[in-house]
DNA sequence: GTTAGTACTTACCTAAAGGAAAGCGGTTAC
DNA sequence: GTAACCGCTTTCCTTTAGGTAAGTACTAAC
């Protein structure tokens, strides 16, 4: 059965400028340790320390890139308390539940991908 | 206005598993190129030189990595004519249509960021 | 004074992605 | 024969992401 490839996912007008919005918001999302941090911080506010200790494996200067990152694209706030000595504590806005939407269809996707993978391996080892 | 962290996004325990499955999306579909090839070939199967023409930029060289990463993941396929010479069409398989969702979403999110940080680049220039 | 903790920064290195340009084996047109 | 088109591959280079390890400036506890 075949499918018609018009309209099959979106007009061809629309195209480039969806195209530009998808990479506009890879460009936000990737990286290998992004994701991991929103989530983590969602959860509860925590110090830089926090956080390295809870995303296993992630060093402190990408750890502070990120952070930086993060903070420039509306993630996070940067929260400065004023007791000796100084603490700092990073917080997930409430834009970074704007996510969910995204987060929940590349959940799906990326579960079945993986599964669809792993019977094609059966097929043809 | 506070939102209740808990339940939030997801759940703790979910979290490490949906992060998985998002970063494997993530991965497949990563990449400066590979969506603008799919879209390119879901509105109508193509040559390779159809292709870097229409996706403009594309080396020969990143485009047929980009072809072979696609084939492999189930996205498109490579038919050979055995007319003279040989021609080879690039086609988007169904499968190509099950990201649909994960683009609507990434397209509106995306599309609403970008507003986002117009408007915070005009508060703060 | 030494040790430990907090929040980073700096310098150096590696691997992978991607770009530029040329080449290559085939065919077709002139 | 030669120029040009197709579908790539090869070589070389630059950029970027990320990792490792050490250092820094401050404070507090012992």
Redesign the interface.
């Known amino acids: 059965m075949k ?1 018609i ?2 309209e ?3 007009g ?1 007008e629309e ?1 480039a400028d ?9 460009y ?3 990286g ?1 340790w992004k ?2 941090v929103i ?1 983590c911080l ?3 506010s925590k110090h830089f320390n926090e956080i390295q200790h809870e995303v296993t494996g992630i060093s402190s200067k990408v750890l502070a890139k990120e952070l930086k990152d993060l903070e420039l ?2 993630f996070i706030t940067r929260n400065i308390y004023p007791t000796t000595p100084v603490s700092i504590i990073y917080e ?1 806005t ?21 599964e ?2 792993k019977q ?1 391996m059966r097929l043809r080892p």
Chains 1, 2 share one sequence.
């Open positions: 499918v490839t018009n099959s996912l979106i061809i195209c969806s195209l530009k919005n998808v990479l506009d918001a890879l936000v999302i990737n290998k994701l991991a989530l969602v959860q509860s694209n509306g997930a409430e834009y970074s539940l704007t996510l969910k939407n995204v987060l929940r269809e590349l959940t799906a996707w990326g579960k079945q991908h993986r669809k993978v094609s």
